[in-house]
């Protein structure tokens, strides 16, 4: 009847857990959006840059061009500077012409050893299209006077070179912009690879925190079956209550003080009852803390700890101290136990000892996964006679 009354209790929330799991993926599917919407925006950007670096690029060539070559003063004026025009318009028709093939060739792809021959080869191809149309059509087709005073072939020599390097110097700046943008994207891969990473683990360390946080319960519970029914069905209730929270925190990388406190005091429930006046508590939350924010069966996790090594083992029991103060920047919480530590060398040796099990090694891992170095978790003896548990958290807005 217990576990009917406490199951029952359980299935009476599908229809929440099923709509915020609805909003759960109205949000991804927004966040998608969002994603394609950005990448899209930011294509658009890219196309608008190339757009504008090719005027301006093949603009300022124009300029100089009429600098160093002004036209003649004559009939064919407007000829020639038509045909500088149609030169520099050439120019710019190659090089955006040029882009489809080197994406269809892959040569974006290729390092700079087997690249730089083909840069070569493409410049000298381009100039020498280049340079035939630029010559061609206006002494060629139109029949202008030779504007040179010197050879002809000396001139189309000259040109030609003239417009490899050009074509070379657009194709290298082309190829540079390319090797900065897909560095930009190796290292956001990077990026995201490592938070994957770091997510996955983190879920690793949820999935051990829960078998052992579990076992402890059930083995609890098992002892108290068997002593006092009434007593029993009160902590199949606080069970289920605990592994409905358990199962909903497994999909939660942070969850308030005040829900993360309700499963302690379910837990210490369940054990006050199996213990009786062995067990004593003592809470100094202060009011303004139940609001943050901490890793899911964190607090849990370490009064877990404080019961199962500074109480069970011990004939008189003893008091599990729970405080929540805030100091500086950061959120402390502390779980004081009767007890003395097995290994106080440092804090890395004393969370690994065997007197801690996996679940302070787990709570230790995660608060780093999330803060890094700006959370810490450290295990000490203190006061005499004490084992003290103190976690810090920084406040959101705080640098360290």
């Not at 690029?57 to 004026?77: C, I, K, M, R, T």
């Not at 897909?182 to 891969?189: G, T, Y």
């Not at 780093?368 to 295990?379: C, E, H, M, N, S």
Request: charged share 15%; aromatic share 8%; hydrophobic share 45%.
């Amino acid at each position: 009847m217990a576990i009917a009354q406490a199951a029952g209790e359980y299935t009476n929330r599908p229809r929440d857990e099923l709509a915020a799991t609805g909003a759960s993926l109205l949000r991804h599917s927004m966040g998608t959006f969002s994603a394609f919407d950005t990448a899209a925006k930011l294509q658009h950007t890219k196309e608008r840059l190339y757009v504008l670096c090719q005027l301006c690029g093949w603009g300022l060539f124009l300029v100089s061009f009429f600098l160093v070559n002004p036209p003649q003063l004559g009939h064919n004026q407007m000829l020639q500077v038509a045909s500088m025009v149609m030169v520099v318009l050439l120019g710019l028709v190659l090089t955006h012409y040029a882009r489809p093939l080197i994406t269809r060739w892959g040569w974006k792809q290729l390092g700079w050893r087997s690249l730089s021959p083909r840069i070569v080869l493409m410049a000298a191809i381009l100039s020498l299209i280049w340079m035939a149309a630029g010559f061609g059509y206006p002494y060629g087709v139109l029949q202008l006077p030779w504007a040179y005073k010197s050879n002809p072939a000396i001139v189309v020599i000259a040109s030609w070179l003239n417009g490899m390097g050009l074509m070379f110097g657009w194709l290298c700046i082309y190829f540079f912009y390319h090797i900065y943008e897909q560095l930009q994207r190796l290292q956001v891969e990077q990026l995201r690879l490592v938070a994957n990473i770091k997510e996955a683990e983190l879920r690793a360390l949820k999935a051990q925190v829960n078998p052992h946080f579990l076992f402890n319960s059930l083995n609890s519970l098992r002892a108290l079956i068997e002593e006092d029914a009434p007593r029993a069905r009160e902590a199949v209730t606080r069970l289920a209550s605990m592994l409905r929270y358990s199962l909903q925190s497994a999909q939660l990388e942070i969850v308030t003080l005040e829900e993360e406190l309700r499963t302690v005091e379910d837990y210490l429930a369940l054990e006050q009852i199996r213990h009786e006046n062995r067990l004593r508590v003592s809470w100094q939350i202060a009011a303004a803390a139940r609001t943050q924010i901490v890793p899911p069966m964190l607090v849990q996790t370490l009064v877990e700890n404080a019961v199962k090594y500074g109480v069970s083992i011990r004939r008189e029991g003893g008091e599990v101290m729970i405080s929540a103060q805030f100091e500086k920047q950061s959120l402390i919480i502390s779980v004081i136990n009767p007890g003395e530590l097995t290994s106080p060398s440092n804090a890395a040796s004393a969370l690994a000892g065997s007197s801690t099990g996996v679940g302070l090694r787990n709570a230790s891992e995660r608060l780093k996964f999330l803060y890094g170095d700006q959370a810490t978790l450290r295990l000490f003896s203190a006061p005499a006679g004490c084992v003290s548990a103190v976690v810090s958290i920084p406040l959101p807005g705080s640098s360290a």
